[in-house]
């Protein structure tokens, strides 16, 4: 077997374990107690989303892969290792709230890599950014749950750098073509960069060596 078909079936093996662990956990969700708070609902709400663009970024990477574009390839990798750390520190909070996580599948929808570039960054990471965590820190902040308020925050910071990476791949893209390139990923918050860290993580200050390469 080659290399390039090698690695296409890995790829093939990581998508179908993702679908397997994104169909383990659907289900319709638990009711959750109002006397939670609106917080409580907020963090399930954002570890399904993180679940969901996980299971995206596996799948945009195998079509990156398959188009060529190894280096957008990783980059959708190591963002969707990132999505993942988003969801074990969310479901770290729900459960100090007593509650467990869940994940409601939403099958990802492929089209070209540049289209999947451009949904990834304005509908992804954009809202995100801009809309959802904001909202959710304003109301853990005013429901005193300072746990909350920072997994938001740290996933926020993330998911920026996440458009900004995404962005470039966009204005360089016939540059991203042949073999991989490692990103580098915070294993305690997902931020995530093109070069090796040089110091602490920029965003939750944890040291360099919490970063991991993503290739």
Same mark, same amino acid.
């Given at each position: 077997?080659?290399?390039?078909l090698?690695?296409?079936?890995?790829?093939?093996v990581l998508?179908?374990?993702?679908?397997?662990?994104?169909?383990?956990e659907?289900?319709?969700?638990?009711e959750?107690? @109002?006397?939670?708070g609106?917080?409580?609902?907020n963090?399930q709400?954002?570890?399904?989303?993180?679940?969901?663009?996980?299971?995206?970024? !596996?799948?945009?990477?195998?079509?990156?892969? !398959?188009?060529?574009?190894?280096q957008?390839?990783?980059?959708?990798?190591?963002?969707?290792?990132?999505?993942?750390?988003?969801?074990?520190?969310h479901?770290? !909070?729900i459960?100090?709230?007593?509650?467990?996580?869940y994940?409601i599948?939403e099958?990802p929808l492929l089209?070209?890599?540049?289209?999947?570039?451009?949904?990834?960054?304005d509908?992804?990471?954009?809202?995100?950014?801009d809309?959802?965590? @904001?909202?959710?820190?304003?109301?853990?902040?005013?429901?005193?749950?300072?746990?909350?308020?920072?997994?938001?925050?740290?996933?926020?910071?993330?998911?920026a750098q996440?458009?900004r990476?995404?962005?470039?791949?966009?204005?360089?893209?016939?540059?991203m073509?042949?073999?991989?390139? @490692?990103?580098?990923?915070?294993?305690?918050?997902?931020?995530?960069?093109?070069?090796?860290?040089?110091?602490?993580c920029?965003?939750?200050?944890?040291?360099s060596?919490?970063?991991?390469?993503?290739?």
């Amino acid at each position: 077997m080659t290399h390039q078909l090698r690695r296409m079936a890995y790829l093939g093996v990581l998508l179908a374990m993702a679908i397997a662990a994104a169909l383990t956990e659907a289900i319709a969700g638990p009711e959750i107690d @109002p006397k939670a708070g609106k917080t409580l609902v907020n963090l399930q709400a954002a570890y399904n989303g993180e679940s969901n663009a996980r299971l995206r970024y !596996v799948a945009y990477a195998n079509r990156a892969y !398959v188009e060529g574009y190894g280096q957008v390839a990783s980059l959708f990798r190591a963002a969707a290792e990132a999505e993942e750390i988003h969801m074990r520190n969310h479901a770290e !909070v729900i459960r100090k709230m007593g509650a467990e996580p869940y994940t409601i599948l939403e099958m990802p929808l492929l089209r070209s890599t540049k289209e999947n570039l451009e949904y990834a960054a304005d509908q992804g990471e954009a809202y995100e950014r801009d809309t959802m965590y @904001p909202e959710f820190i304003k109301q853990a902040q005013a429901e005193g749950n300072e746990d909350a308020v920072r997994t938001f925050g740290l996933a926020r910071k993330a998911e920026a750098q996440h458009f900004r990476l995404f962005t470039e791949a966009l204005g360089n893209l016939e540059n991203m073509k042949g073999k991989s390139h @490692p990103y580098y990923v915070c294993t305690a918050c997902g931020y995530t960069t093109a070069e090796p860290p040089t110091g602490d993580c920029v965003s939750c200050s944890s040291a360099s060596e919490k970063y991991q390469a993503v290739d």
